[in-house]
């Protein structure tokens, strides 16, 4: 197949969808990506993801003058990209548990990350997906939108995240895309204390980030998420913060009642934790996160003409920072086998068949331990023998799976 024959089309512009849009830009392969919401961050929710392990593909991936804004974007810029140990520390008295290793690591706010990632491509936005039809030639695909357009490409890659309609297509069924809730109350926050003496305070032990766990079950997390006007206006930094514990969910409550409720566990922490949470301004908005999981298995990519990459193919609970850095290889793996289709080396079905033998076991294994973790954690007798405790922020290799079933319920 020539490349002017090649037509990637393209569901979903989060970070996965632009990423693979710029490897498929860099390697000058005709691409269509659709976005329904109707802008960029169109979301408001803001929250921060570590990149780690992936690194290396993600500069393979991007084109050289993307890459190199990657510096810019980090969370701590004075740090930027470093080695080092990652916090995990008891939330009680704020005393170190351990310290996990990473190698090159980054962490990022998720908006940074996106507008860094859509850098010089055509996103269309407003373009929900209702329909997906393969010609009867055999030959390419037709998606359909809901403002009744219609384009054809030669495949279709569903980047659409944890609720994929690419998915249901692909599984036959909504029921059978459908992802499994995990049982946990989880908020997020954006946070600025509009106070130079307690920004400095609350990141003097830990500056970019730390995972506090607690024997109440439950585990705090903060981040610098930014420092708009710079490492010397500490008055002006922004921090992603988190507190989650194993619980129904309740999402009648407001704003100032989910505050309420999590300044009300913070008082018992120990510092940093403590006042990291019970100095958040009145006015935060504590948005409850929705957590959950599709356990990836294998699907029809009516014969190498649609598959899954990212969230859509194993979206996994985020408490082992292995979410991104998944997308990312999904990424570099499917470039490659698409890189080779272009150059005549080997068949879409071919390249498609290879890249889902390799990527939907690696995403099974990892949304299991993901899950796991995620319960071990919140079980202070467990959390020593805990994924990423005993295996870092390393990718899996070998974990026996849970069953979805015995975890939570379809959401």
Request: hydrophobic residues 35%; contains cysteine.
């Amino acid at each position: 197949m020539s490349t002017s024959d090649l037509h990637v089309i393209v569901i979903g512009a989060g970070i996965t969808g632009l990423i693979t849009c710029q490897g498929l830009k860099k390697a000058g392969i005709k691409y269509s990506l659709f976005e329904r919401d109707v802008s960029l961050n169109y979301r408001s929710n803001e929250w921060t993801m570590a990149i780690h392990w992936a690194l290396p593909l993600l500069k393979e991936i991007l084109p050289e003058e993307v890459y190199a804004n990657i510096p810019s974007i980090a969370c701590n810029p004075v740090l930027g990209i470093h080695s080092g140990l990652y916090p995990i520390i008891n939330g009680d008295t704020g005393d170190l548990i351990t310290g996990v290793p990473y190698q090159d690591g980054l962490r990022v706010p998720r908006s940074k990350m996106r507008e860094m990632c859509a850098e010089g491509l055509d996103v269309q936005y407003g373009k929900t997906l209702t329909d997906i039809s393969f010609n009867e030639s055999g030959n390419g695909v037709v998606a359909t939108f809901s403002d009744g357009t219609l384009v054809s490409g030669s495949m279709i890659i569903g980047t659409d995240g944890p609720r994929s309609r690419v998915r249901e297509t692909a599984m036959g069924s909504a029921e059978k895309a459908a992802v499994t809730k995990f049982p946990i109350f989880h908020t997020n926050m954006t946070v600025s204390y509009n106070d130079a003496e307690k920004a400095l305070e609350v990141r003097k032990k830990y500056p970019t980030s730390y995972l506090a766990l607690s024997q109440k079950s439950l585990h705090a997390f903060q981040s610098i998420s930014s420092m708009p006007d710079g490492p010397d206006h500490p008055e002006s930094w922004v921090f992603h913060m988190a507190m989650a514990w194993l619980g129904d969910s309740n999402n009648t409550m407001s704003y100032p009642e989910r505050l309420a409720l999590i300044k009300g566990k913070a008082a018992d922490l120990g510092e940093p934790a403590r006042s990291a949470f019970l100095w958040m301004p009145e006015e935060t908005k504590v948005h409850k996160a929705d957590i959950s999981y599709w356990i990836s298995q294998p699907w029809d990519n009516r014969d190498g003409k649609m598959t899954l990459v990212g969230d859509a193919a194993h979206p996994m609970p985020p408490y082992r920072g292995q979410g991104l850095n998944h997308c990312i290889c999904d990424v570099s793996h499917l470039l490659k086998g698409i890189v080779g289709v272009r150059d005549g080396n080997t068949t879409m079905v071919e390249a498609i068949n290879t890249y889902e033998a390799e990527m939907i076991p690696r995403g099974k294994e990892e949304v299991s331990c993901s899950v796991e973790n995620g319960m071990m954690l919140h079980d202070w007798n467990k959390i020593q023998e805990s994924p990423v405790f005993k295996r870092g922020f390393k990718p899996m290799d070998g974990h026996s799976n849970v069953k979805p079933e015995t975890v939570g319920a379809e959401a």
